[in-house]
Nanobody, 128 residues
Framework: QVQLVESGGGLVQAGGSLSLSCAAS????????MGWFRQAPGKERDFVAR????????YYADSVKGRFTISKNNAENTVLLQMNSLKPEDTAVYYC?????????????????????WGQGTQVTVSS
């Protein structure tokens, strides 16, 4: 199986930046892509960004496009999420997900149901 561990959350003022990291271990060779989702209290888990392991194709939610950047380090099996110009509405628990399935469209990238493995989540709080 695959294990995912997130790190890098915290408290930041609006307009600031944070970087999240997700380290994958185990049978990582079976993975096709990894992504970030977030969940605010009382809300559903929403898509943030995704990157395909081979080729590096990326997908972003409209709400974060131009502010967040997802990248990968194949050698370390790590995915990073650089978050700039943070807003209070970005406050949520951020989850890293990974999947084994071919995905080359926004629809599958953004669907939490398509992800097979999840990390424990890391809290991001943006104060106004």
């Amino acid at each position: 199986q695959v294990q995912l561990v997130e790190s890098g959350g915290g408290l930041v003022q609006a307009g600031g930046s944070l970087s999240l990291s997700c380290a994958a271990s185990g049978r990582t060779f079976i993975l096709y892509g990894m992504g970030w989702f977030r969940q605010a209290p009382g809300k559903e888990r929403d898509f943030v960004a995704r990157i395909n392991w081979s080729g590096g194709t990326t997908y972003y939610a409209d709400s974060v496009k131009g502010r967040f950047t997802i990248s990968k380090n194949n050698a370390e099996n790590t995915v990073l999420l650089q978050m700039n110009s943070l807003k209070p509405e970005d406050t949520a628990v951020y989850y890293c997900g990974a999947d084994r399935h071919y995905c080359s469209a926004y629809g599958c990238a953004a669907s939490a149901a398509n992800y097979d493995y999840w990390g424990q989540g890391t809290q991001v709080t943006v104060s106004s």
